[in-house]
T-cell receptor, first 113, second 114 residues
Framework: DAGITQSPRHKVTETGTPVTLRCHQT?????MYWYRQDPGHGLRLIHY???????DKGEVSDGYSVSRSKTEDFLLTLESATSSQTSVYFC????????????FGSGTQLSVL | AQSVSQHNHHVILSEAASLELGCNYS??????LFWYVQYPGQHLQLLLK??????LVKGIKGFEAEFIKSKFSFNLRKPSVQWSDTAEYFC????????????FGTGTRLTVIP
């Protein structure tokens, strides 16, 4: 398995609170991604990064922000969590070629009450 | 933008039955196509991918997929499923030479009955 660590693995929080999820990689891969997985929707891209301080929005970016200050770390922040953001969040990494496969982390189960 | 359709939401098969899961994409240009599998309680992992060459690609665990450009399809097949193939299967696409991010289908849950 690729060296990807997501933290925390599980989190329960209340509506309106800020939440930060962390993805750490040891593979020195250029690209990092945040997806959310919901029943009936598959995986949807939230944000991705193509280098340090280089990020772009995905298809469901509203309510989320990201930061990448180091190659190995990609943070996802929910500024003010809502119940609709209850989901499983997966971090993924890949090399530079766009036909390269993604390596996924183990996921973070987030519940917003 | 690209999109992916997986019309089978849940497929139930007996062991040794043959499997075919449908995947259709919408995009007018050249694409890269992927199938990922998610076993219960685990993260996604790559089964196989197509980006050029022979449209019939073979992956891990006896899976294969055929890219039919005229039908915008990339169906996944396995001649004889096992109980251990019980999992959720996701088709994904991106534009060749474009951004790296993948667009995923909604997934097909496969249950194999011993």
């Amino acid at each position: 398995d690729a060296g990807i660590t997501q933290s925390p693995r599980h989190k329960v929080t209340e509506t309106g609170t800020p939440v930060t999820l962390r993805c750490h990689q040891t593979e020195n891969h250029r690209y990092m991604y945040w997806y959310r997985q919901d029943p009936g929707h598959g995986l949807r891209l939230i944000h991705y990064s193509y280098g340090v301080k280089d990020t772009d929005k995905g298809e469901v970016s509203d309510g989320y922000s990201v930061s990448r200050s180091k190659t190995e770390d990609f943070l996802l922040t929910l500024e003010s969590a809502t119940s609709s953001q209850t989901s499983v969040y997966f971090c993924a990494i890949s090399g530079s070629g766009n036909n390269e496969k993604l390596f996924f982390g183990s996921g973070t189960q987030l519940s917003v009450l | 933008a690209q999109s992916v359709s997986q019309h089978n939401h849940h497929v139930i098969l007996s062991e040794a039955a043959s499997l075919e899961l449908g995947c259709n994409y919408s995009y007018g240009g050249t694409v890269n196509l992927f199938w990922y599998v998610q076993y219960p309680g685990q993260h996604l992992q790559l089964l196989l991918k197509y980006f050029s060459g022979d449209p019939l690609v073979k992956g891990i665990k006896g899976f294969e997929a055929e890219f039919i450009k005229s039908k915008f399809s990339f169906n996944l097949r396995k001649p004889s499923v096992q109980w251990s193939d019980t999992a959720e299967y996701f088709c994904a696409v991106n534009a060749a030479g474009g951004a790296n991010n993948l667009f995923f289908g909604t997934g097909t849950r496969l249950t194999v009955i011993p």
